[in-house]
């Protein structure tokens, strides 16, 4: 049943090309325009929207995290995002125009679940992102958009992962749809550059083979680091959540602009940092920012691990270890930078001996608060 993978973590990885393009079938109508049935919410609602609060745990809050960039960027909507075991305890301010993003896999997650309640509650509007058909979130709120990775035996998520953040990126160019937002490129473009992501997501899978023998050759370790800006730096996160699963390692996400205000104290001589960085030509400044950093961390000793797109020349000198991923416009760049942290963290578990697929202490979902 792991089809002839050791782990259903790497089966599942391999499936992400599929899965991605599974969730984007069938979205987008015969006049170009995105059809999103499941949405249930009438135009009207979600013109009427003023704010959008992203609630998710875990992994899905990663996705969430992505979710604000698509959203302010092409819907316009201001956007938060938190966690679902502290969104409920904080008094939040909520009503009819407020719509509460609920992003989660299982759709049983105990502590999404409960803010789902609170949100209805307070007669705020409830779009669920869920993979499991008929789950408790998915009835439970006033609109779901499925994701269709099939389902997911690790208990790391992965494909589910990238699926969250397509459907993400559907529900904001959907808001930009019918609130008639005008921004440089348009809906049928990203779409198009969208339905590229399957391919670009496996054109990655035939490059980690370096990644990992990087992570075998890290297994030792104590503590790596991740850093990113912009949707990197969620990615950032995503790779030490990641690593702290599978592999038990002290690992830490950082935005790569906070290194001078604590973490850089962190950087001893040969500690690994990972790296992800963003596109040259869709974020020059962002990027030429973190390619300092790069530099900051390296001459304090650091082993550089650098996630950067092909053709970015200008890391080259900064980085012990390259990797490459392809170029896509920036707000897409999870979906390929995302699959080599994976990858990381599987083969270093690996390494170590660790269950891959049932790591200690960890349930797949999480259904006590
Ligand atoms: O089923 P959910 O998406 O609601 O689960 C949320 C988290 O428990 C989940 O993403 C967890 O963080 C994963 N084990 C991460 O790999």
Request: glycine share 6%.
């Amino acid at each position: 049943e792991k089809g002839g993978y050791d782990y259903f973590m790497l089966k599942e990885i391999a499936e992400q090309p599929q899965a991605v393009a599974d969730t984007l079938l069938g979205r987008v109508g015969p006049d170009g325009l995105l059809v999103l049935d499941e949405m249930r919410l009438s135009d009207q609602e979600l013109r009427d929207i003023t704010k959008i609060i992203v609630v998710a745990c875990g992994t899905s809050y990663h996705a969430g995290l992505i979710a604000k960039y698509a959203i302010e960027h092409w819907a316009g909507v201001p956007c938060e995002v938190e966690l679902a075991s502290e969104f409920r305890y904080r008094d939040p301010i909520l009503n009819r125009d407020t719509l509460i993003l609920v992003i989660s896999q299982s759709g049983e997650t105990m502590d999404t679940l409960m803010a789902v309640r609170h949100a209805r509650d307070q007669r705020s509007r409830v779009l669920a992102v869920c993979n499991v058909n008929g789950s408790t979130i998915s009835r439970e709120s006033d609109a779901v958009l499925y994701t269709h990775a099939g389902p997911e035996i690790a208990v790391a998520s992965t494909k589910a992962f990238l699926t969250q953040l397509v459907a993400c990126y559907l529900v904001a160019l959907y808001l930009a749809q019918v609130r008639g937002m005008k921004f440089g490129d348009e809906i049928s473009q990203i779409m198009a550059r969208l339905s590229e992501m399957p391919s670009k997501v496996s054109e990655v899978l035939g490059t980690v083979e370096p990644v990992r023998a990087l992570a075998r050759s890290l297994a030792a370790e104590r503590c790596v680091l991740f850093l990113g800006r912009h949707v990197g730096f969620p990615v950032a996160l995503e790779g030490a959540l990641k690593l702290k699963e599978l592999a038990y390692m002290h690992a830490e996400g950082f935005a790569a602009g906070e290194l001078k205000h604590g973490p850089i104290a962190l950087i001893d001589k040969g500690l690994p940092v990972v790296v992800v960085v963003p596109s040259p030509v869709g974020q020059r400044v962002i990027h030429d920012k973190i390619v300092s950093n790069i530099q900051e961390i390296r001459a304090r000793g650091a082993r550089t691990i650098v996630i950067a797109e092909e053709g970015d020349t200008a890391v080259e000198p900064y980085a012990d270890t390259l990797i490459r991923i392809p170029a896509v416009p920036t707000l897409l760049q999870p979906l390929v930078a995302t699959v080599p942290l994976q990858v990381f963290a599987c083969e270093l578990a690996a390494a170590k001996g660790h269950d891959v697929d049932q790591p200690r202490n960890l349930a797949k979902s999480v259904t006590v608060e």
